[in-house]
T-cell receptor
Framework: AQSVAQPEDQVNVAEGNPLTVKCTYS??????LFWYVQYPNRGLQFLLKYITGDNLVKGSYGFEAEFNKSQTSFHLKKPSALVSDSALYFCAVRDNQGGKLIFGQGTELSVKP | GAVVSQHPSWVICKSGTSVKIECRSLDFQATTMFWYRQFPKQSLMLMAT?????????EQGVEKDKFLINHASLTLSTLTVTSAHPEDSSFYIC???????????FGPGTRLTVT
């Protein structure tokens, strides 16, 4: 069965510092991996995806993620955090059958001034 | 980018009544839409996969007679919560697959409160 794990419920970062939100996955076959962000009482916004190609994927709002096959990880990163980046972040993998997304439990990012 | 809308954005209803939530893909056709349920600060739980012109596929543990899904057109799927109870109160989010890029776009969500 395919799964995604986000080991940290919460990440706290000071504004201007780099941030990392961790994600590990377990899939059979090639993984299709995604990161989404959710602001309070809103739906999910797409940040970036990895399908194939370069291991470093660049996405929206200055975010990027590094696909590491040997460590089965897809960590989300940003060189310099903003207070406005504070939100709930979800990592997801696409199920090989039917196309549904399997989500991690979410990580709450808090960026303090 | 592709836009998915939901209506209403929030609804309060009395216990025992039914509530319909609409999910629309505004600028693309979606043969497949998904319905999720989310509790505060928790992950999204997939409830069902909605396919245009056919019956929805429900995830294990989701009551299909309670959560009626209809995908009548390529741009509209509806979720009806029948005989709602307070425990049905939740945030319901839909998403639609845009085939051209095979990406999933999410609606803004609907907050349901059953009193």
């Amino acid at each position: 069965a395919q799964s995604v794990a986000q080991p940290e419920d919460q990440v706290n970062v000071a504004e201007g510092n780099p941030l990392t939100v961790k994600c590990t996955y377990s899939v059979s076959g090639n993984p299709y991996l995604f990161w989404y962000v959710q602001y309070p009482n809103r739906g999910l916004q797409f940040l970036l995806k990895y399908i194939t190609g370069d291991n470093l994927v660049k996405g929206s709002y200055g975010f990027e993620a590094e696909f590491n096959k040997s460590q089965t990880s897809f960590h989300l990163k940003k060189p310099s955090a903003l207070v406005s980046d504070s939100a709930l972040y979800f990592c997801a993998v696409r199920d090989n059958q039917g196309g549904k997304l399997i989500f991690g439990q979410g990580t709450e990012l808090s960026v303090k001034p | 980018g592709a836009v998915v809308s939901q209506h209403p954005s929030w609804v309060i209803c009395k216990s025992g009544t039914s509530v319909k939530i609409e999910c629309r893909s505004l600028d693309f056709q979606a043969t497949t839409m998904f319905w999720y349920r989310q509790f505060p600060k928790q992950s999204l739980m997939l409830m069902a996969t909605s396919n245009e012109g056919s019956k929805a596929t429900y995830e294990q543990g989701v009551e299909k007679d309670k959560f009626l899904i209809n995908h009548a057109s390529l741009t509209l799927s509806t979720l009806t919560v029948t005989s709602a109870h307070p425990e049905d109160s939740s945030f319901y989010i839909c998403s639609a697959i845009r085939l051209a890029v095979y990406e999933q776009y999410f609606g803004p969500g609907t907050r349901l409160t059953v009193t």
